[in-house]
């Protein structure tokens, strides 16, 4: 591996020799590759998000298989992952002023608090979650990993809280568990639900899955994941302003923007 961000390395890999132009087959489904489809799309020769997505899961197998190269993270990413697992836990806010609402970092590790439109949570070891150790057991069972992979993302408004799964690297995965928890009862993650908070008051919440497109201060993309309870929608990915200014395509720009929207728009390409 050359020491290519992931994204860098995921795109290379979908990445077809030549940009279709328009009216080339597409690689899943043989249909024509309109010539106003997103460049993703053309760089990768299929014709829509439903083909992208099946390339996408295609893909992934043949890594899981191992008939295709699964990512190595080079020497300079697992020395900014080291320096990260290292700093101290820390408060990020929420500030609609600013140029990018939500302050991020590398990735959340255990102790960060991410504040978002007042309501907070934190990330936690799973021995302060209320849960047997059976279910831990079928955590780790499900997704391969071990007890020592597993964070807890807690909301400290309502009690409410989600597993976190990381790495073998300690970093966070972008991998959904389909539920959260709250006073024993179990609830989808994907959609709003009416509970009541610790001051007796009923809310609206959200399970929010934050996907911040940015730019670090060695001029690498990454994207900061994580998992935020709260009453407001985070509409997932947003990009940075320094991510939209590395962008050269006014209408990627104006899709993966601010403001925030409560539901997320079904037909906006997926650029992953």
């Given at each position: 591996m050359d020491g290519k961000e992931y994204w860098?390395?995921?795109?290379?890999?979908?990445?077809?020799?030549s940009r279709a132009l328009g009216g080339e087959p597409c690689i899943i489904c043989e249909n024509p590759i309109p010539k106003n489809a997103h460049w993703k799309f053309r760089d990768r020769h299929v014709c829509s998000t439903e083909c992208n997505n099946k390339l996408k899961r295609r893909w992934?197998?043949?890594?899981?298989r191992g008939t295709a190269e699964g990512y190595q993270p080079s020497e300079a990413l697992l020395k900014k992952?080291?320096?990260?697992?290292?700093?101290?836990?820390?408060?990020?806010?929420?500030?609609?002023?600013?140029?990018?609402?939500?302050?991020y970092d590398y990735f959340p590790i255990e102790g960060d608090i991410l504040e978002r439109h007042g309501h907070h949570t934190k990330y936690v070891p799973i021995s302060e979650l209320p849960c047997r150790a059976a279910f831990w057991e079928e955590i780790?069972?499900?997704?391969g990993c071990s007890a020592d992979q597993l964070l807890g993302a807690l909301h400290l408004e309502t009690g409410a809280w989600r597993v976190v799964i990381l790495?073998?690297?300690?970093?966070?995965?972008?991998?959904?568990?389909?539920?959260?928890?709250?006073?024993n009862r179990c609830y989808n993650e994907f959609?709003?639900?009416?509970?009541?908070?610790?001051?007796?008051?009923e809310i609206n919440l959200y399970c929010n899955h934050e996907t911040f497109r940015c730019i670090g201060p060695d001029d690498k993309r990454y994207s900061w994941e994580a998992i935020s309870f709260g009453t407001v929608a985070i509409e997932s990915p947003l990009w940075t302003p320094e991510y939209q200014?590395?962008?050269?395509?006014?209408?990627?720009?104006?899709?993966h923007g601010f403001p925030l929207q409560s539901e997320?728009?079904?037909?906006r390409p997926q650029q992953e």
């Open positions: 860098e390395w995921f795109d290379e890999q979908l990445k077809q020799p992934k197998s043949k890594v899981r992952v080291e320096t990260t697992l290292k700093r101290k836990s820390r408060l990020m806010r929420t500030n609609l002023n600013a140029t990018f609402p939500y302050e780790t069972s499900t997704f790495d073998i690297y300690k970093t966070p995965r972008n991998t959904s568990t389909g539920f959260f928890y709250l006073n959609v709003p639900h009416t509970v009541v908070d610790k001051t007796g008051n200014a590395r962008s050269s395509k006014k209408s990627t720009r104006q899709e997320r728009n079904k037909n």
